[in-house]
């Protein structure tokens, strides 16, 4: 799914589409993170005006359209 096809969904779910909100988007379709922290440290670099709450809601917002699904990892560690 594209940043625009995301943008229009949460349209259609009557989200009102702010700067920071398209940011997020962007980060998050970009798939160049690995936890929520990740995308809230790109967010941030790129807009320190955004912040880690309205990060976070973002994502709820996202798993609730079904846009995104959150996984937990864990590693073990090789020693």
């Known amino acids: 799914m594209t ?6 969904k949460l349209k259609e779910s009557g ?3 702010t700067k920071q909100r398209r940011l997020i988007v ?3 379709m970009g798939n160049e993170f690995s ?3 990740d995308i809230y440290y790109q967010v941030i670099s790129r807009d320190k005006t955004i912040g880690m709450a309205t ?3 973002m994502i709820r917002q996202l798993e609730e359209l079904d846009v995104i699904r959150r996984v937990e990892r864990i ?3 090789q020693e």
């Not at 940043?3 to 229009?8: A, E, H, N, T, Y």
């Open 3 to 8: 940043s625009d096809k995301v943008i229009d």
């Open 15 to 17: 989200c009102r589409i």
């Open 26 to 28: 962007d980060v998050i």
């Open 35 to 37: 936890s929520c922290k």
């Open 55 to 57: 990060v976070y809601r």
């Open 75 to 77: 590693e073990v560690n």
